[in-house]
């Protein structure tokens, strides 16, 4: 391993470290615009210059190897000198936009001329100026201040894997943008933003509304999806601001997808902030406690056979839990956290879990993709997945419908009987499996949300059981959930309790007129003309398809109203915690279901958060620990039967409409129709 000395301190580093990153390890800071940890070297805007004895000029540290004998010196008078010097020519056509810039405050361009430029600028020249290139509804282009750090065409390139930035030109006539003009096509584009060190490249939903240092920011977590990503919420007063992300290696590392980070403008619209009941056929408002009384009087004439709650995708687990124990203690054991109808088996947990992690996507040399489309259903997913591939040794194969992913897929079509072929061996794809020294599969909801669910899920089994890709320290079985709240509800019990009626079972029931009372807990992904004539009591946040329906409404709580646990695909626990206030009456949902259970006469056991996660880890000792990952024992799980010949269809038909929040948001709604349908929204031309 080299051994160097940095700035008098003698350091040994392991083989292909940067003299930058070697300086990083001693805790010595090294200016740099264009380098970043997770994007190829790129050595262009030479501010990380630092002086290497006895060589001629000051060296790139960002590009040079780290080298037996090394002697550097970081802030000698020379290598002070060549940063002044790249520093005043990153200024000569920087516009003086700091006043009323939305980078100002978290600029680097700022901190750095602060910190290492020149006091003083001796050009007098014209500034140049440049065109501002048009990249859609989410990114706000200012191209006069890009300093063509490149940093955006390597995250399109190398992260997204849509090549769609580049530079044309050179020296001055240099220009940064998109060959074709055209917006960006990418579900992480959001991410350079924060990669672009100075104000060129801004949200543009986000634009002259706020400073950075008026902002409250509070860490969570992502609901849109079930990845969990780490999230940074900022909000001033009772409004969210802008959503960020938080470096998280084992889940989204420090990207998150363009839902996550502009969706935040649907928690301001269409939002249910006072309890409402129907009255001669319309909703009136009402105070909780006429809600309550309504509601406690049509469940007291019911035997709990006749009652019946759905749990919706956002819900929390302390949410869930809580309305099961209800539901428990009127006697009714029909209930589903499954909107979908997905057949998943929730006696075997690791028949549910993305077993392999996600970080553990990354040891993985070989995938099958069973129904599944993980660029739209799970972006981070996907993101994982083209990281592995670009490294190189990695293969991907797909049974289902053709989609564009960011890496190269095998197709071999969309017929679910080859799962049989490859299960007995008589696919070749099976034979790779088992060569493969860490082979794994990801099996979407889509395959199993049909009425073959069951079968595929177990055909699914008998793939990784004959194929080996269950073993020591390794288990290559993944099941791709879309929903936030499916694995909290799978393991709080969220599912029929014995002799209780599935999803389907529900919707068939309240249409026979054989549920009376449906309680759901912000479910609206569902046809609600299937609830028949049966008594609805909506608990939600949105006026979405539920609160149409609901001939009670209880106002509850978003994600970033409370503080809520949830489980992601892979089973890590990790706590989302208040960034505002609900507006109006609302409240939290377990608050409310706490509530009603003392008007009803049948007291949950709990009155407070602590007391509640204290039963909730009782009760399934999984949930008691944070932010990591319990291996699952492998078990049998899913029904043996005949898979039908039918096409897998894709459970994520419109990505930016996926969930009430996003439903209500105007920039996801441009997103649908730019990116969906095909028209401009501003324009109605076709994009």
Same mark, same amino acid.
């Given at each position: 391993?080299?051994?160097?000395?940095?700035?008098?301190?003698?350091?040994?580093?392991?083989?292909?470290?940067?003299?930058?990153?070697?300086?990083?390890?001693?805790?010595?800071?090294?200016?740099?615009?264009?380098?970043?940890?997770?994007?190829?070297?790129?050595?262009?805007?030479?501010?990380?210059?630092?002086?290497?004895?006895?060589?001629?000029?000051?060296?790139?540290?960002?590009?040079?190897?780290?080298?037996?004998?090394?002697?550097?010196?970081?802030?000698?008078?020379?290598?002070?000198?060549?940063?002044?010097?790249?520093?005043?020519?990153?200024?000569?056509?920087?516009?003086?936009?700091?006043?009323?810039?939305?980078?100002?405050?978290?600029?680097?361009?700022?901190?750095?001329?602060?910190?290492?430029?020149?006091?003083?600028?001796?050009?007098?020249?014209?500034?140049?100026?440049?065109?501002?290139?048009?990249?859609?509804?989410?990114?706000?282009?200012?191209?006069?201040?890009?300093?063509?750090?490149?940093?955006?065409?390597?995250?399109?390139?190398?992260?997204?894997?849509?090549?769609?930035?580049?530079?044309?030109?050179?020296?001055?006539?240099?220009?940064?943008?998109?060959?074709?003009?055209?917006?960006?096509?990418?579900?992480?584009?959001?991410?350079?933003?924060?990669?672009?060190?100075?104000?060129?490249?801004?949200?543009?939903?986000?634009?002259?509304?706020?400073?950075?240092?008026?902002?409250?920011?509070?860490?969570?977590?992502?609901?849109?999806?079930?990845?969990?990503?780490?999230?940074?919420?900022?909000?001033?007063?009772?409004?969210?601001?802008?959503?960020?992300?938080?470096?998280?290696?084992?889940?989204?590392?420090?990207?998150?997808?363009?839902?996550?980070?502009?969706?935040?403008?649907?928690?301001?619209?269409?939002?249910?902030?006072?309890?409402?009941?129907?009255?001669?056929?319309?909703?009136?408002?009402?105070?909780?406690?006429?809600?309550?009384?309504?509601?406690?009087?049509?469940?007291?004439?019911?035997?709990?056979?006749?009652?019946?709650?759905?749990?919706?995708?956002?819900?929390?687990?302390?949410?869930?839990?809580?309305?099961?124990?209800?539901?428990?203690?009127?006697?009714?054991?029909?209930?589903?956290?499954?909107?979908?109808?997905?057949?998943?088996?929730?006696?075997?947990?690791?028949?549910?879990?993305?077993?392999?992690?996600?970080?553990?996507?990354?040891?993985?040399?070989?995938?099958?993709?069973?129904?599944?489309?993980?660029?739209?259903?799970?972006?981070?997913?996907?993101?994982?997945?083209?990281?592995?591939?670009?490294?190189?040794?990695?293969?991907?194969?797909?049974?289902?419908?053709?989609?564009?992913?960011?890496?190269?897929?095998?197709?071999?079509?969309?017929?679910?009987?080859?799962?049989?072929?490859?299960?007995?061996?008589?696919?070749?794809?099976?034979?790779?499996?088992?060569?493969?020294?860490?082979?794994?599969?990801?099996?979407?909801?889509?395959?199993?949300?049909? @009425?073959? &669910?069951? !079968?595929?899920?177990?055909?699914?089994?008998?793939? $990784?059981? +004959?194929?080996? =890709?269950? *073993?020591?320290?390794?288990?290559?079985?993944?099941?791709?959930?879309?929903?936030?709240?499916?694995?909290?509800?799978?393991?709080?019990?969220?599912?029929?309790?014995?002799?209780?009626?599935?999803?389907?079972?529900?919707?068939?029931?309240?249409?026979?007129?054989?549920?009376?009372?449906?309680?759901?807990?912000?479910?609206?992904?569902?046809?609600?003309?299937?609830?028949?004539?049966?008594?609805?009591?909506?608990?939600?946040?949105?006026?979405?398809?539920?609160?149409?329906?609901?001939?009670?409404?209880?106002?509850?709580?978003?994600?970033?109203?409370?503080?809520?646990?949830?489980?992601?695909?892979?089973?890590?626990?990790?706590?989302?915690?208040?960034?505002?206030? @609900?507006? &109006?009456? !609302?409240?939290?949902?377990?608050?409310?279901?706490? $509530?009603? +259970?003392?008007? =009803?006469? *049948?007291?949950?056991?709990?009155?407070?958060?602590?007391?509640?996660?204290?039963?909730?880890?009782?009760?399934?000792?999984?949930?008691?620990?944070?932010?990591?990952?319990?291996?699952?024992?492998?078990?049998?799980?899913?029904?043996?039967?005949?898979?039908?010949?039918?096409?897998?269809?894709?459970?994520?038909?419109?990505?930016?409409?996926?969930?009430?929040?996003?439903?209500?948001?105007?920039?996801?709604?441009?997103?649908?129709?730019?990116?969906?349908?095909?028209?401009?929204?501003?324009?109605?031309?076709?994009?």
């Amino acid at each position: 391993m080299p051994k160097l000395k940095i700035d008098g301190i003698e350091v040994e580093v392991p083989p292909g470290t940067t003299v930058l990153q070697a300086c990083e390890m001693l805790g010595i800071e090294v200016p740099r615009f264009c380098f970043h940890e997770r994007l190829e070297i790129a050595g262009n805007c030479r501010m990380c210059l630092v002086e290497q004895e006895k060589a001629p000029k000051p060296i790139a540290s960002c590009a040079m190897p780290a080298a037996d004998n090394m002697v550097i010196h970081t802030n000698s008078p020379r290598a002070r000198k060549a940063r002044q010097g790249v520093m005043e020519f990153l200024l000569i056509n920087h516009p003086l936009d700091c006043p009323i810039c939305d980078q100002g405050g978290e600029c680097d361009l700022q901190d750095q001329a602060m910190a290492y430029g020149f006091d003083r600028g001796r050009y007098r020249e014209n500034k140049r100026a440049v065109k501002d290139k048009e990249l859609g509804p989410l990114v706000k282009t200012t191209m006069t201040r890009c300093i063509h750090c490149t940093r955006c065409i390597r995250f399109a390139t190398e992260i997204a894997g849509v090549e769609e930035l580049g530079a044309t030109g050179r020296g001055e006539n240099m220009e940064v943008g998109t060959y074709i003009e055209h917006a960006l096509t990418s579900e992480l584009s959001g991410n350079i933003i924060d990669l672009c060190p100075v104000g060129a490249l801004t949200s543009k939903p986000y634009a002259f509304t706020a400073r950075s240092w008026e902002l409250r920011k509070t860490e969570s977590v992502d609901v849109l999806d079930a990845v969990g990503s780490n999230i940074r919420i900022d909000a001033r007063g009772p409004q969210v601001m802008r959503i960020l992300p938080r470096l998280n290696e084992a889940v989204n590392e420090e990207w998150i997808s363009d839902k996550t980070r502009f969706a935040y403008d649907g928690l301001l619209r269409q939002r249910l902030d006072h309890p409402y009941v129907r009255r001669d056929g319309k909703l009136a408002p009402a105070t909780w406690d006429e809600a309550f009384q309504v509601i406690a009087q049509r469940m007291k004439g019911l035997a709990g056979g006749r009652m019946a709650a759905i749990a919706g995708d956002l819900a929390c687990v302390e949410s869930m839990f809580a309305l099961r124990t209800m539901m428990d203690g009127v006697g009714s054991p029909h209930r589903d956290c499954r909107q979908d109808g997905a057949a998943i088996d929730p006696s075997a947990r690791s028949g549910y879990l993305f077993n392999t992690t996600i970080a553990g996507i990354e040891d993985a040399d070989f995938c099958l993709l069973i129904g599944t489309d993980p660029r739209w259903e799970a972006p981070l997913v996907n993101a994982r997945l083209r990281k592995r591939w670009r490294r190189g040794g990695f293969s991907v194969a797909r049974i289902g419908p053709r989609s564009e992913l960011t890496y190269a897929v095998e197709e071999l079509g969309n017929d679910p009987s080859l799962l049989a072929a490859i299960a007995d061996g008589s696919h070749p794809i099976a034979q790779r499996l088992r060569d493969a020294k860490a082979p794994m599969l990801i099996l979407g909801q889509g395959a199993i949300a049909r @009425p073959d &669910g069951a !079968a595929v899920l177990a055909a699914a089994r008998r793939v $990784a059981d +004959s194929c080996g =890709l269950v *073993r020591d320290g390794w288990n290559g079985f993944n099941l791709l959930h879309t929903a936030a709240a499916r694995v909290g509800g799978l393991d709080v019990g969220f599912v029929p309790a014995s002799g209780g009626r599935d999803m389907a079972g529900i919707l068939a029931g309240a249409a026979a007129g054989e549920i009376d009372l449906v309680w759901l807990l912000g479910a609206d992904e569902f046809d609600m003309a299937r609830l028949g004539r049966a008594f609805v009591v909506y608990q939600g946040h949105h006026g979405d398809a539920g609160a149409h329906r609901a001939d009670v409404i209880l106002p509850g709580a978003a994600y970033t109203e409370k503080d809520a646990l949830y489980v992601n695909m892979e089973g890590r626990v990790q706590e989302g915690r208040r960034a505002v206030f @609900p507006p &109006g009456e !609302a409240r939290e949902d377990w608050k409310i279901l706490r $509530a009603f +259970s003392g008007a =009803l006469g *049948r007291p949950l056991p709990f009155d407070t958060l602590d007391e509640l996660r204290r039963k909730i880890a009782a009760a399934c000792p999984v949930l008691a620990t944070r932010d990591a990952v319990t291996a699952a024992p492998w078990a049998l799980f899913g029904v043996a039967g005949t898979v039908s010949g039918a096409p897998f269809v894709p459970p994520v038909a419109d990505f930016y409409m996926t969930d009430p929040i996003c439903r209500a948001s105007t920039t996801m709604a441009e997103c649908s129709q730019l990116y969906v349908r095909g028209t401009d929204a501003r324009t109605g031309t076709h994009g």
